[in-house]
């Protein structure tokens, strides 16, 4: 028996824009680049992907992440709070206030600040896997 990887290399055309290895494409997208050309606009206001590279014509808007961009960012953001939050509480134990104060203000900050690269990063992942798929309210 041999291994393959899934789906087979032979079934999958080469797509007419240019696939950037992984790791490329993720950092590209972490910098709100084309994951494909790196071309500078990835998104179109916050959060909106644009359908479609203007240099390369990569169709980043099929690249639906819907999701996992929050998903990720909440798990990055309560890897960095929780523990700061843990550490302070256990060394200081300052008023509620006070940890009110210092800890919403730092959760929404890393939460707007990490959303947007986190969706890119998370577009060149799925652009560079193939993870396309239509919007349905286009159909
Ligand atoms: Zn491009």
């Given at each position: 028996m041999t291994l393959s990887h899934?789906?087979?290399?032979?079934a999958q055309p080469a797509p007419p824009w240019p696939v950037a290895p992984l790791a490329t494409a993720i950092g590209r997208g972490l910098l709100?680049?084309?994951?494909?050309?790196?071309?500078?606009?990835?998104?179109?206001?916050?959060l909106k992907v644009v359908?479609?590279?203007?240099?390369?014509?990569?169709?980043?808007?099929?690249?639906?992440?819907d999701d996992a961009p929050p998903y990720f960012t909440i798990l990055v953001v309560g890897h960095i709070v929780v523990p700061l939050l843990v550490i302070m509480q256990r060394l200081a134990n300052p008023p509620t206030w006070e940890m009110t104060a210092i800890f919403v203000p730092l959760t929404l900050v890393l939460a707007l600040g990490l959303l947007r690269p986190i969706k890119g990063g998370t577009v060149g992942l799925m652009l560079t896997m193939g993870m396309l798929k239509p919007n349905p309210a286009a159909t």
């Open positions: 899934w789906p087979a290399e032979a709100s680049r084309c994951p494909a050309c790196g071309e500078r606009h990835l998104f179109k206001g916050y359908s479609e590279c203007r240099r390369c014509g990569a169709p980043l808007g099929l690249a639906r992440a």
